[in-house]
């Protein structure tokens, strides 16, 4: 399909040779040394294919996407 291919180009094109070996945070592309804190979890389907990613996050977003998931989900509990 076209569009599988055109998805394909955009995140190979994030990646560009220079900083091939950078590793950065996608919530805010901030350098990450070492290993990265946490990772994040996009999921999206093409058809009947399902396909992920999961990027690094560094210590600050990892915290604050966790956090606010667990006070989210917290709430939705409560709510019923």
Request: glycine residues 8%.
């Amino acid at each position: 399909m076209a569009i599988d291919s055109l998805a394909d180009v955009a995140l190979k094109a994030r990646v560009t040779p220079e900083d091939a070996d950078e590793l950065r945070c996608d919530a805010c592309s901030e350098l990450i040394e070492g290993e990265p804190a946490g990772r994040g979890l996009y999921v999206w389907t093409r058809g009947d294919e399902v396909r992920y990613e999961e990027p690094p996050l560094c210590a600050q977003c990892a915290t604050a996407i966790g956090i606010t998931a667990l006070a989210t989900w917290s709430v939705e509990e409560e709510e019923g």
